[in-house]
């Protein structure tokens, strides 16, 4: 699963900040919209692409691998099925630390595809 993106507060690259926080995480929550309308919310593992899309906005990767689930076929997932229906994703990293001062989010709103 692939997903470019922007900050939903705004239509503009990210910040350096912005880009080192989000290169740096290793986790985050995939939010699709399922077929009632409602959210379905995803821990993901993901990876920052090297390279932007064609509009500058950064290129996010997460796998659909073929570890257990619970269906045979990791393209009959929910999230995948979301997507495919919706494109419209959103994408929250955050890091929590028992420091509040350290805590932080970043979520970003894409357009998700297959590739």
Do not use: H, Q, Y
Not at 21 to 30: C, T
């Amino acid at each position: 699963m692939a997903g470019n993106g922007r900050r939903d507060d705004r239509d503009s690259p990210l910040t350096p900040s912005e880009r080192r926080f989000l290169a740096e995480a290793r986790r985050a929550i995939l939010a699709t919209v399922g077929p009632a309308g409602r959210p379905r919310l995803v821990p993901i593992c993901f990876v920052l692409s090297s390279a932007d899309d064609t509009e500058g906005r950064p290129v996010i990767v997460s796998p659909v691998d073929e570890k257990p689930k619970s269906v045979a076929d990791p393209l009959a997932l929910a999230r995948v099925r979301d997507l495919l229906a919706r494109p419209r994703v959103n994408v929250l990293v955050d890091r929590w630390d028992e420091d509040w001062r350290r805590l932080a989010w970043l979520r970003i709103e894409g357009v998700a595809s297959l590739a």
